[in-house]
């Protein structure tokens, strides 16, 4: 197996290159189309590794009928060997010169967030002493996460400005290569922040006068190239504490999208966006007040109804049996009016269903001067249906498909009926 040159260790801002394919194999695609992945003697692509994603671009060669082919790079991943594979959807044949292009947007944003990932960990190591554990790039925002407890707002402020004016003092980001050996000395005299489990030649990335990490991804040249980092949002992880992060014109898209946002909500709430936070907290405790009136209100309205109920059905066999479908009420208020025409008067059965949507939602409740068990009837009649549910003796609910209600509804009528005889001839 031939290893590839990895071109973007020495020269990151490479944006094409000429190399000669070396191998190739066939991967089934998940469409049912072929992968194709190709190995080059040398390569600018950078593969999937240490947090950062794999590069994308082109592939160009010129057959020897003439013709010349494009193929697009999809992904690039390495394996054991130090071969770099390049997922392809068209074959070259091994020995085939191709010219590569990157995709000079993607790398170069990578870079910025790669390199401002270096920065904003180093801050936080010497201010907070919070080392990094971890590191994410995503495709629209990257997160470290941190060893340690909350951060409080204070301290992330000053991390990010302190950040910031690294960048704009533009100082070189350079690239340098030192022995294992030397490496684990730089690390034990705090020279060095963190070095991998690796042998061999380490490569080093050094933030001038600031910062030395070990490395292999791609970076800018200078922090100014950074182009600004805006903290995002901190959250609690189980290891500690996760950042999120935008660098560069991702913070600029960033910002924009939040004055967007802060500008349609001021719009909707007429009100400048200075004044948006407290117009939000005033109308979230008026929405609380008027929930509770709203709740009140509806209690009253389900006593009231419930009363009404009850004296339109008499008692008839020692049962007053009360049962309806409300196809217009939520279910949260038939169950409440279930419980509240229970308690309305003695002797009273309710069977309730809410039919606003499918399943049906029942309610069985009893006035507790009845002894049968409602939980016990209703779980009963819903088995005989092949459904579960069920509930406490005094009230039960569940579930059934809307075209079996009035089957159940017959059937736990018919249940109440004979558990009220059988009490009677007890009696």
């Not at 194999?25 to 190995?39: D, F």
């Not at 189980?238 to 909500?265: M, Q, T």
């Not at 025409?341 to 499918?358: E, G, K, L, M, W």
């Amino acid at each position: 197996m031939h290893t590839s040159e990895r071109l973007y260790y020495s020269d990151s801002f490479l944006k094409t290159f000429t190399g000669t394919v070396t191998d190739i194999r066939e991967l089934a695609g998940s469409n049912g189309a072929p992968i194709w992945q190709l190995s080059l003697n040398r390569t600018a692509f950078y593969p999937t590794s240490g947090g950062q994603p794999f590069d994308t671009g082109q592939l160009t060669a010129t057959l020897r009928d003439g013709t010349t082919l494009k193929v697009p790079v999809e992904q690039v991943e390495e394996d054991e060997q130090d071969a770099v594979w390049h997922f392809l959807r068209e074959p070259l044949a091994v020995g085939t010169h191709v010219e590569g292009q990157i995709d000079w947007e993607r790398r170069f944003d990578r870079m910025q967030q790669h390199t401002g990932q270096h920065l904003l960990s180093a801050v936080f190591s010497k201010e907070l002493q919070a080392p990094t554990i971890s590191f994410h790039l995503g495709e629209d925002s990257s997160t470290i996460d941190l060893a340690g407890g909350p951060l409080a707002h204070h301290s992330l402020e000053r991390v990010e400005r302190i950040a910031n004016e690294i960048i704009g003092e533009d100082r070189p980001v350079t690239t340098c290569y030192v022995s294992r050996v030397e490496a684990e000395s730089m690390l034990a005299a705090g020279e060095l922040r963190k070095l991998p489990d690796r042998p061999g030649t380490i490569r080093l990335i050094d933030i001038a006068d600031y910062d030395k990490n070990a490395c292999g991804g791609t970076h800018v040249r200078s922090t100014g190239q950074i182009g600004g980092l805006l903290i995002r949002t901190v959250e609690k992880v189980s290891r500690g504490v996760r950042v999120e992060f935008v660098c560069g014109l991702r913070a600029v898209r960033a910002a924009r999208a939040d004055f967007a946002i802060l500008r349609e909500a001021s719009v909707l709430l007429s009100t400048g966006a200075k004044e948006l936070a407290p117009t939000v907290g005033r109308l979230l405790t008026e929405g609380k007040e008027n929930a509770k009136e709203r709740q009140k209100l509806r209690e009253e309205l389900a006593v009231y109804h419930a009363s009404k109920l009850a004296m339109e059905e008499p008692i008839e066999n020692g049962v007053r049996m009360v049962a309806r479908s409300w196809k217009d009420r939520d279910r949260d208020y038939v169950k409440l009016l279930a419980s509240r025409t229970a308690a309305a008067a003695p002797r009273t059965v309710v069977v309730f269903s809410a039919t606003n949507a499918d399943p049906v939602q029942a309610f069985v409740a009893r006035s507790s001067d009845l002894a049968f068990n409602c939980g016990q009837i209703l779980r009963e009649a819903l088995a005989s249906l092949g459904l579960r549910g069920g509930g406490s003796a005094e009230f039960a609910q569940g579930e059934v498909p809307a075209k079996q209600e009035a089957s159940l509804r017959g059937a736990v009528c018919d249940a109440i009926s004979g558990a009220v005889a059988d009490g009677q001839k007890e009696k």
